[in-house]
């Protein structure tokens, strides 16, 4: 295959507009497609062709990149529906499929399945890093697919991200994502509980912080997304829980988890109480960032 010169670029939300953005930024020519018409009026501003639908921007592309809220509206736009034809009907043979979301593994090698019986290659590439790290172009991707493939896609992922792992055969990359997530849940849920536990016991939430990051507890939730409201200034928390990753989608995360445990027969004892409890606090809270799991504690922190 020659140089990646042309990508379309399907789901442009919070995650997927920066991530665009970067492509153009590199130096890529880009198709462009979302339902939101705002968002592909500034990308046009940008130098990206606006597509009327998928099919649309994925036509004389090299590469495909999706980065879309969930499993079915990935295969409807992969596989088609309502018998109306998708992408796979549809993109040149040579054409690199990359499925940026984050579903469940069955999903992914559902896809990836349809697409060899064309001739096709599907990848999953979810990423980790946040909306910050989409615009910073610092995100992880974390790629399932064959090695061959994957050397070829890499330097359009290094467009957009920092760190570029190759987890192995398509799936791979989203069991992965989601045993990430899966810790980062609950990491989350105790760190908010061993915080509340020493505020409650008399310690200021900034000393407490400080000692935990240089001990034996220390993780990323304490020092990059402290659910503690008077620790960080330029975290979540500092906000009002806003400006982050939704608990709703963490949520989400969680239950992809469990979903892939489950058809594996693996026990999750400890995801399976954090699920619970996003679950619960989801309920009222979905658009506050993950790290209100705080509220849990102490109402106080979203009254």
């Not at 442009?12 to 497609?33: Q, R």
Request: glycine share 10%; charged share 20%; hydrophobic share 45%.
């Amino acid at each position: 295959m020659s140089a990646i010169k042309k990508i379309a670029f399907i789901g442009l939300g919070n995650m997927g507009k920066p991530m665009a953005e970067n492509l153009i930024k590199n130096g890529f020519a880009l198709n462009v497609f979302d339902l939101n018409t705002a968002v592909l009026d500034d990308l046009a501003k940008q130098g990206a062709t606006v597509a009327t639908s998928p099919i649309e921007a994925g036509k004389d592309v090299d590469v495909v990149i999706t980065m879309l809220p969930a499993g079915q509206h990935v295969k409807d736009v992969y596989l088609g529906k309502d018998g109306q034809a998708g992408l796979l009907d549809s993109v040149g043979k040579n054409t690199l499929l990359v499925d940026s979301s984050t579903i469940a593994a069955s999903d992914a090698r559902e896809v990836a399945k349809a697409a060899t019986a064309k001739g096709i290659t599907f990848m999953d590439a979810p990423v980790s890093g946040g909306t910050a790290g989409a615009a910073a172009g610092t995100l992880s991707f974390i790629v399932g697919g064959s090695a061959e493939k994957f050397e070829q896609v890499k330097p359009v992922l290094e467009a957009m991200g920092k760190n570029i792992f190759h987890a192995g055969d398509v799936g791979a990359g989203q069991v992965a994502k989601i045993c990430n997530n899966m810790l980062l849940g609950v990491i989350m849920t105790g760190t908010a509980e061993a915080m509340n536990l020493g505020a409650k016991n008399g310690l200021d939430p900034k000393v407490l912080s400080n000692i935990l990051s240089c001990s034996t507890g220390r993780n990323w939730a304490l020092e990059v997304c402290n659910p503690h409201p008077n620790v960080g200034d330029d975290m979540p928390s500092s906000r009002g829980y806003t400006g982050g990753f939704m608990s709703k989608l963490m949520l989400k995360d969680m239950n992809l988890a469990k979903q892939t445990a489950n058809d594996t027969g693996v026990v999750t004892p400890m995801a399976d109480q954090a699920t619970a409890l996003y679950t619960q606090h989801s309920e009222a809270h979905g658009d506050k960032d993950f790290s209100s799991i705080m509220a849990h504690y102490d109402a106080e922190v979203l009254s």
